[in-house]
């Protein structure tokens, strides 16, 4: 004769495996769900903390004894820029824009008028300033990462001479002479210069679809700009 009790202990087995069951799932998808939640909250804080600091060094090469740029004559830019990333993610450097201007001192005391229509023009309390554009790069780069918790130096050099671009080198000269005539040294010119470094996050893929959330599209991105961009 069969036992009367015996479906009802192997339903109450099968009850204890099904609740096994959801219980693991249960602990996978919240596990799951933490380290989703710990990875995007490494990703927005690395966005958030992540800093540069540029330095730009001139040097000007052949000059007459007063300081004077000779035909033959160069400037070079030294650019060391650092980047500080106090996040638990490795970056890799993508892109570097630079750009540097030099103030347009006889385009605004009216001696050469050429160049303002296409000087960038900055206004300021004493009256309009216009700055010529010596150096506009932007290039992908491939440099050592930038580690975790660390960070990385990196430099770079631009040289403007006659043989490099004829027309911005006789600007350039003309542009140092007057300030030179005027207020007896090369260390009275007025400069400005904007970089900017673009850099992905290892290990990060954006959202390929043009119809998802912008932020999934660049979350894999970071963008720091130092300067005054004049070019707009």
Same mark, same amino acid.
């Given at each position: 004769m069969s036992?009367?009790?015996?479906w009802?202990a192997h339903? $109450? ?12 799932v249960?602990?996978v ?7 989703? %939640?710990?990875?995007?909250?490494s990703?927005?804080?690395?966005q ?16 007459d004894?007063?300081?004077? +740029?000779? /035909?033959?004559?160069?400037?070079s830019?030294?650019?060391?820029v650092?980047?500080?990333?106090p996040? =638990?993610r490795? +970056?890799?450097?993508? +892109?570097? %824009?630079?750009?540097?201007?030099i103030?347009?001192?006889p385009?605004?005391a ?5 160049r303002?229509a ?6 300021? /309390?004493?009256? /309009?300033?216009y700055?010529?554009?010596l ?11 930038? /580690? +975790? ?7 770079? @050099?631009?040289?403007?001479s006659a043989?490099?671009d004829?027309a911005r ?9 007057y300030?030179?005539s005027t207020? $007896? ?5 007025r400069?400005?210069f ?12 954006? =959202?390929s679809s ?7 599209? @660049? ?14």
């Amino acid at each position: 004769m069969s036992d009367p009790f015996s479906w009802s202990a192997h339903e $109450g087995r099968s009850d204890r495996v099904l609740w096994i069951v959801v219980g693991v799932v249960a602990s996978v998808l919240v596990g799951l769900s933490v380290a989703s %939640a710990l990875n995007y909250s490494s990703i927005v804080f690395a966005q958030s903390t992540v800093s540069i600091t540029p330095q730009t060094t001139l040097s000007f090469q052949v000059t007459d004894s007063n300081g004077s +740029l000779r /035909p033959n004559g160069s400037l070079s830019i030294a650019l060391r820029v650092r980047v500080d990333n106090p996040s =638990a993610r490795t +970056l890799h450097l993508r +892109l570097l %824009a630079f750009s540097e201007w030099i103030e347009d001192g006889p385009a605004e005391a009216g001696l050469n008028q050429t160049r303002l229509a296409t000087d960038a023009r900055m206004d300021s /309390p004493s009256g /309009p300033r216009y700055f010529f554009r010596l150096f506009g790069e932007s290039k992908e780069v491939t440099e050592s990462a930038v /580690p +975790l918790l660390g960070n990385a130096t990196y430099a770079y @050099t631009f040289s403007l001479s006659a043989s490099v671009d004829a027309a911005r080198f006789t600007a350039l000269r003309n542009i140092t002479d007057y300030w030179l005539s005027t207020s $007896g040294g090369i260390s009275a010119v007025r400069w400005n210069f904007w970089v900017r470094l673009a850099l992905v996050i290892d290990g990060v893929v954006p =959202a390929s679809s043009p119809t998802a959330a912008p932020y999934l599209r @660049t979350i894999s991105s970071i963008d720091r700009q130092e300067g005054l961009n004049l070019a707009g």
